[in-house]
T-cell receptor, first 114, second 110 residues
Framework: KAGVTQTPRYLIKTRGQQVTLSCSPI?????VSWYQQTPGQGLQFLFE???????NKGNFPGRFSGRQFSNSRSEMNVSTLELGDSALYLC?????????????FGSGTRLTVV | SQQGEEDPQALSIQEGENATMNCSYK?????LQWYRQNSGRGLVHLIL?????REKHSGRLRVTLDTSKKSSSLLITASRAADTASYFC??????????FGKGTKLSVKP
């Protein structure tokens, strides 16, 4: 079965612009989580969605937002980009949240802000 | 904030040797998981150990969990060059989301 698909793989944006990243989970998985990975901060939790509802949110400013659609696909949006937003953004899917399942990760979207 | 903290930050060994990585976490957990990441790609789930389990095996992997010390260890036996990667522990707390440590970078020399 197909894995977690993240698009685009690479993105270069200018400071002040906004960006939308997409994640399609494994078929049948209803929970999607987003992480930001940087060399300095490591893997930081952004949000978790289940059945189109945000269940948890990490400690990020309001410029970071997300949503989940009825087919479980998820998007995250970053507005007014800053240089510090340059990172690898990873999406992970699981059957249900908060259970004894491991996550399946996508390959990530590498965002560079110039 | 990081839930898990791995130790050491970097580890370099020869092929055939065993590699041990440790993880400490801060709050009570439902389970603890270990993941591998190759060179800035997505993470791959390796093994999950529940809070009521003390040890778990999967192939060449052995994970232990000590909830009284809030710590876990991952042992990779008979390491191969292909095991070269970063390894992360991740703790699932009561709120359900998975919080990752900063990882151990393992280098296995052929």
């Amino acid at each position: 079965k197909a894995g977690v698909t993240q698009t685009p793989r690479y993105l270069i944006k200018t400071r002040g612009q906004q960006v939308t990243l997409s994640c399609s989970p494994i078929s049948g998985h209803r929970s999607v989580s987003w992480y930001q990975q940087t060399p300095g901060q490591g893997l930081q939790f952004l949000f978790e969605y289940f059945s189109e509802t945000q269940r948890n949110k990490g400690n990020f400013p309001g410029r970071f937002s997300g949503r989940q659609f009825s087919n479980s696909r998820s998007e995250m949006n970053v507005s007014t980009l800053e240089l510090g937003d340059s990172a690898l953004y990873l999406c992970a899917s699981s059957l249900n949240p908060g259970q004894d399942y491991g996550y399946t990760f996508g390959s990530g979207t590498r965002l560079t802000v110039v | 904030s990081q839930q898990g903290e791995e130790d050491p930050q970097a580890l370099s060994i020869q092929e055939g040797e065993n590699a041990t990585m440790n993880c400490s976490y801060k709050t009570s957990i439902n389970n603890l998981q270990w993941y591998r990441q190759n060179s800035g790609r997505g993470l791959v789930h390796l093994i999950l150990i529940r809070s009521n389990e003390r040890e778990k095996h999967s192939g060449r992997l052995r994970v232990t969990l000590d909830t009284s010390k809030k710590s876990s260890s991952l042992l990779i036996t008979a390491s191969r060059a292909a095991d070269t990667a970063s390894y992360f522990c991740a703790a699932r707390g009561s709120q359900g989301n998975l919080i990752f440590g900063k990882g151990t970078k393992l280098s296995v020399k052929p």
